[in-house]
């Protein structure tokens, strides 16, 4: 292949940063696989806190300092609902 | 950049600086692959994009060939670009792909190849030669930031481009 200047730039121009906040959620997902399978622990031996836990899984993650991205609150509602 | 087997060796093995690097290496190709491939927007390229790095993180064990990161990365981002797309329109898992997607993917992997070149080019031509193509800066925002006389820049990115044009063609 020829990498003149122009195929260079086209090239180049493909490839523009993905944001900052995305970037750094996916970056602290073993962090937050960790505070997951710490919650799903806790969950599992209280009831109460299951409920709670599912009925606002968005808030529950949050307040473990997880980013609730879709897939993680995918993730807990399976693994809540399967126990 | 650091080797697929290394990378992959280091993440199995715990190290989470080793995460770190693989995001940082494979974002652009991802976000790319759902932006550009697949068309997706806001929050679908946002979920999408997550979505492939959760994946990518718990099946990471399950990848045979270590020197095949970059080709499983991109089937798996497809994968999830197609459900992404399909519950978006409440339907089932589609296989239908978005018109010129084979061209624009063969396009992101020379993009890919180029981005690999560009790592060993010295700190400051990559600086110049991201700024100005993949953040499209100006000439004077660079110059700024880098404390290089704005009209100096262009001369610096056409120096740049031949330097990487020769590590391509090497």
């Not at chain 1, 944001?19 to 031996?45: K, M, S, T």
């Not at chain 1, 299951?50 to 995918?74: C, K, M, Y």
């Not at chain 2, 199995?12 to 494979?26: H, I, K, Q, S």
């Not at chain 2, 992997?109 to 981005?115: H, K």
Request: charged share 35%; proline share 4%; glycine share 4%.
């Amino acid at each position: 292949m020829s990498y003149d200047e122009e195929t260079l730039a086209k090239l180049l121009r493909m490839f523009p940063p993905a944001p900052e906040g995305w970037v750094r959620a996916a970056q602290e997902l073993p962090n937050a696989r960790d505070a997951l399978d710490d919650l799903v622990a806790r969950a599992e031996a209280d009831a109460e806190l299951r409920r709670r836990i599912l009925n606002d899984l968005e808030a529950a993650l949050a307040a473990e300092g997880v980013e609730p991205s879709s897939a993680l609150l995918a993730e807990l509602r399976v693994r809540l609902s399967a126990d | 950049m650091p080797s697929e087997e290394e990378l992959v060796a280091r993440c199995l093995a715990g190290d989470p600086e080793a995460w770190n690097d693989l995001v940082r290496t494979y974002s652009r190709y991802v976000f790319a692959i759902c932006s550009q491939g697949y068309r997706l927007q806001g929050a679908d390229a946002e979920d999408a994009f997550q979505d492939v790095f959760v994946r990518v993180y718990g099946r990471l064990d399950t990848l045979r060939n270590a020197e095949a990161l970059r080709p499983w990365i991109a089937q798996m981002t497809r994968r999830v670009c197609l459900d992404r797309i399909a519950a978006g329109k409440r339907e089932e898992p589609s296989d239908v792909e978005p018109l010129g997607l084979e061209a624009t993917l063969e396009e992101l992997d020379e993009a890919f190849a180029v981005r690999e070149a560009m790592a060993e080019l010295s700190e400051e031509c990559r600086e110049i030669l991201d700024r100005f193509f993949c953040r499209d800066e100006s000439y004077r925002t660079i110059g700024e930031e880098l404390g290089l006389p704005a009209g100096t820049i262009a001369s610096r990115i056409s120096r740049c481009l031949a330097r990487l044009r020769q590590r391509l063609e090497a």
